[in-house]
């Protein structure tokens, strides 16, 4: 039997993960690319991988996007060995712990600026902010252009009303919601502190204690693993 369409409690996810490669790995980094996604494409609910490279020689960051059709099975991968074993790897190979962002949908409207690595807030939330956002704006929308509205079919009242208000909700009125209710949708032991030496709960990066190992000998260990 097929699998059912993901739940709202479990929804498709897509992870952008973003990392400031030394310039002296360019090369290592590469191989590590390699391995990670076909490691990565042998789990469950994998949907593809998209690598972004920088676009000149003073730019070294690197954009890695995954994409998974449940939430559940992005955990799934998150807490395994294989990638472990590769975050491990790249630590030596970056300056810096991976940002990282994991989106559904509507959280595109629920980012926090200089928090770019958060777990996205629970979807009643957002669905209540967004409500609370929206109810008073197509009111206030309905109010000022009554008499106009008046004059038009419904389908065109409808575009209109929404050609307004989504524009406003994306660059107006959501960012300045989420500020305001920020302590509520992330609660503070959710937010990480900017100079927490911690990496994101969401995909942690491993410290290594020792020397980097070769990356095309712990590709072939990886691929010997049976990970499903």
């Known amino acids: 039997m097929a699998e059912s369409q993901p739940s709202l409690n479990d929804p498709s996810v897509t992870v952008s993960i973003s990392r400031r490669v030394k310039p002296e790995c360019k090369e290592e980094f590469e191989v590590f690319l390699t391995g990670i996604t076909k490691a990565c494409s042998q789990f469950r609910g994998h949907l593809g991988s998209h690598i972004f490279r920088p676009v000149n020689s003073d730019d070294p960051e690197y954009r890695i996007i995954l994409k ?115 302590n509520w949708l992330y609660p503070p032991l959710d937010i990480p502190s900017p100079n927490s030496e911690k990496s994101s709960p969401i995909l942690e990066g491993v410290q290594l204690a020792t020397p980097l190992p070769d990356l095309r000998s712990v590709t072939e260990e990886i691929e010997s693993v049976n990970i499903r």
């Open 68 to 182: 998974f059709d449940r939430l559940s099975n992005l955990r799934h991968w998150e807490a395994s060995s294989e990638r472990q074993k590769w975050f491990a790897i790249a630590e030596s190979l970056t300056f810096k712990p991976p940002e990282i962002q994991v989106l559904t949908g509507l959280e595109t409207w629920f980012t926090l600026s200089g928090k770019p690595s958060i777990t996205p807030p629970p979807r009643y939330k957002m669905a209540l902010v967004t409500w609370l956002a929206v109810f008073p704006l197509i009111t206030l929308i309905s109010a000022i252009l009554q008499q106009e509205l008046v004059m038009l079919p419904l389908v065109l009242r409808v575009a209109l009303v929404t050609a307004i208000a989504v524009p406003t909700m994306t660059y107006l009125l959501m960012p300045q919601m989420t500020k305001l209710f920020a």
